[in-house]
């Protein structure tokens, strides 16, 4: 999983409720991505990173922020979590010089 | 809006066999990837394929890429049980940040032994 871990690996949330996820790689690479997969849509980008305190939306962004305090460390956030937001999370880093990107193991997120 | 879309969504095959797997998209690209992602884990990078490539091989796998229709197959050979998994092609935009990937919804690949 080329050094990326995410916590929690799994939760279960009631709706409302703020969630955090966090991503944390290894590396100290510049570039970090958050997705959704759901059945039928593939992965999806929420936001990403370009370095330390440098955010962007990508295409389902709505009811999530992000936060980059520390190269190795991408935080995902869900505000007040909804049933809609119910998925499986997943971190990605890309190297310098690629444009391959590495995927960590995932968090499944299911709110009630 | 995805803009890559797999087909076809489901394949069965006896192992040996070759798999084929096809992938269309709608907007101009720099790159096109393949990815494997096998039950409950996260994404494998496979394969870049960049927009001035025509083909690429990588063992047993070989993409091709026409950007005259904007598509791109994947091909396994010899195929084994090991080889099932779900198979998403994902492209990098040309215009904008070319880091910035878009996925299809994948093709669900099982190999029968």
């Known amino acids: 999983d080329a050094g990326i871990t995410q916590s929690p690996r799994h939760k279960v949330t009631e709706t409302g409720t703020p969630v955090t996820l966090r991503c944390h790689q290894t590396?100290?690479?510049?570039?970090m991505y958050w997705y959704r997969q759901d059945p039928g849509h593939g992965l999806r980008l929420i936001h990403y990173s370009y370095g330390v305190k440098d955010t962007d939306k990508g295409e389902v962004s709505d009811g999530y922020s992000v936060s980059r305090s520390k190269t190795e460390d991408f935080l995902l956030t869900l505000e007040s979590a909804t049933s809609s937001q119910t998925s499986v999370y997943f971190c990605?880093?890309?190297?310098?010089?690629?444009?391959?990107?590495?995927f960590g193991p995932g968090t499944r997120l299911t709110v009630t | 809006s995805q803009q890559g879309e797999e087909d076809p969504q489901a394949l069965s095959i006896q192992e040996g066999e070759n798999a084929t797997m096809n992938c269309s998209y709608k907007?101009?690209?720099?790159?096109l990837q393949w990815y494997r992602q096998n039950s409950g884990r996260g994404l494998v990078h496979l394969i870049l394929?960049?927009?001035?490539?025509r083909e690429k091989h990588s063992g047993r796998l070989r993409v091709t890429l026409d950007t005259s229709k904007k598509s791109s197959s994947l091909l396994i050979t010899a195929s084994r049980a090991a080889d099932t998994a779900s198979y998403f092609c994902a492209t990098a935009a040309s215009s904008g940040s070319a880091r910035q990937l878009t996925f299809g919804s994948g093709t669900q690949l099982t190999v029968l032994p």
């Open positions: 990605a880093i890309s190297v310098p010089g690629s444009y391959e990107q590495y």
């Open positions: 394929i960049r927009s001035n490539e």
């Open positions: 590396e100290n690479h510049r570039y």
């Open positions: 907007t101009s690209i720099n790159n």
